[in-house]
Nanobody, 124 residues
Framework: QVQLVESGGGLVQAGGSMRLSCAAS????????MGWFRQAPGKEREFVAA????????SYAGSVKGRFTISRDNAKNTVNLQMNNMKPEDTAVYYC?????????????????WGQGTQVTVSS
C-alpha cells in the first residue's frame, strides 16, 4: 500500500510560478509510474503530467506542455511538478497518483494510489 502526500499549493498571480511536491511511503517508489492530475470545480479530473518509473521519460497534457515540468527523485521518494507562467485556468485541486503500469499512461482509472490533493489558485 502506497501513501501519497502532496504539498506546495496555494495562491499565485497569473504569470507566476509554483512548485508542488508529493512524498510517497509504504511501497517501492522506484517501481511506480507517477502522475499529476487536477480537478477544477464542476469538471472531471484530468491528466496533467506523468513520469516513468526510471525518470527517463515524461508526458504532458497539451494545455500545460512547455509550462509545467514533472520530475522525480527515487532516492527521496518524491515527485515534483514545477509550474511556470501559470494561468487562471490552471486553478484546481492537484492530485499526485501512482500506478504499477510501467509505461506512461494518462487514464485516471489506471492509477492505483492517490494523494488527498492540494489546492492551487491562480488569480488574474
Amino acid at each position: 500500500q502506497v501513501q501519497l502526500v502532496e504539498s506546495g499549493g496555494g495562491l499565485v498571480q497569473a504569470g507566476g510560478s509554483m512548485r508542488l511536491s508529493c512524498a510517497a511511503s509504504g511501497g517501492t517508489f522506484s517501481t511506480y509510474t507517477m502522475g499529476w492530475f487536477r480537478q477544477a470545480p464542476g469538471k472531471e479530473r484530468e491528466f496533467v503530467a506523468a513520469v516513468k518509473w526510471s525518470g527517463s521519460a515524461t508526458s504532458y497534457a497539451g494545455s500545460v506542455k512547455g509550462r509545467f515540468t514533472i520530475s522525480r527523485d527515487n532516492a527521496k521518494n518524491t515527485v515534483n511538478l514545477q509550474m511556470n507562467n501559470m494561468k487562471p485556468e490552471d486553478t484546481a485541486v492537484y492530485y499526485c497518483a501512482a500506478t504499477r503500469v510501467l509505461y506512461l499512461i494518462t487514464e485516471t482509472s489506471k492509477y492505483d494510489y492517490w494523494g488527498q490533493g492540494t489546492q492551487v489558485t491562480v488569480s488574474s
